[in-house]
């Protein structure tokens, strides 16, 4: 009857702490997930870097006699990379003289980005990541293709773009979300019992003292509560015996008062 309409502690205790475990859990899970993702994210970067810087060694002399025909069999041999979504070579002027687009989707997105197929001048030799809601991230490579003059300096031809995107890392990040929040689903059930038990062991007296306090607010007797602990609960439940022993006597003394009247 004390805890009509509402809560226990006992019940509010193990709801709180079942719930700062999930939470701790989902973050912690929630953190590995970005950063593996973010690793994975960082090792598609280095490739796209790796494979442009490679592949715009050998576009000098094609760009300089303006060979397209050789450059379109350069980039056509450099798509075969099954994570290649396009490739472009511009003049040193930022415009597209050839490309090769294995995936529409990601061209567009590029573009939209953007807003024109010229350079974005203001990341030349660098490596982007767009992200869209959904998809997988694109990782945007401008490397730009020196080439030598006669007397042995270095002149800008153009540059070369290359895209990558790699599905598994958004199958990977999907799939780590769904494990961590599968994880903390069994970590709740697992402590679960164990947080039950030790929140009785800590509100069980509590609960045994509320009782007997409310049967002593009726007049009635109470039994003694018998703890072997010698924390704070402990002295409690010894200091409430005390009070409960001499409200008992203050009754029995106040009754027969009253009888011998």
């Not at 945007?140 to 598994?168: C, F, K």
């Not at 958004?170 to 994880?183: E, G, H, K």
């Not at 059930?189 to 509320?210: A, D, E, H, Q, Y």
Request: proline residues 4%; aromatic residues 4%; contains cysteine.
């Amino acid at each position: 009857g004390a805890f009509r309409g509402g809560l226990t502690m006992q019940t509010r205790a193990v709801i709180v702490v079942v719930a700062l475990v999930a939470l701790s859990t989902g973050v912690c899970g929630y953190l590995i997930s970005r950063l593996s993702q973010h690793a994975l994210e960082q090792t598609l970067q280095r490739d796209a870097r790796m494979f442009t810087e490679t592949a715009a060694h050998g576009m000098a002399d094609q760009l300089k006699r303006r060979e397209l025909p050789r450059l379109r069999q350069l980039i056509d041999n450099m798509a075969l990379d099954q994570r290649i979504t396009f490739i472009a070579v511009t003049n040193a002027a930022g415009k597209t003289l050839v490309r090769r687009i294995s995936d529409p989707d990601g061209w567009w997105r590029y573009i939209q980005r953007f807003g024109s197929e010229r350079l974005p001048t203001l990341h030349i030799n660098q490596t982007m990541l767009l992200r869209d809601p959904g998809r997988s991230p694109l990782i945007v490579h401008i490397q730009p293709i020196w080439g030598t003059t006669a007397a042995h300096r270095s002149v800008l031809r153009g540059y070369l773009i290359a895209a990558m995107e790699d599905p598994v890392i958004a199958r990977m990040s999907a799939n780590l979300r769904s494990t961590t929040v599968a994880i903390v689903c069994v970590i709740a059930l697992m402590v679960l019992p164990l947080i039950i038990g030790s929140v009785r062991l800590w509100t069980g007296p509590l609960l045994k003292m509320t009782e007997q306090a409310a049967r002593l607010a009726e007049g009635q007797s109470v039994e003694p509560i018998r703890l072997r602990r010698r924390d704070e609960v402990g002295m409690l439940a010894n200091a409430f015996n005390v009070m409960a022993d001499r409200l008992g006597r203050a009754h029995q003394a106040l009754r027969r008062t009253n009888a011998e009247l």
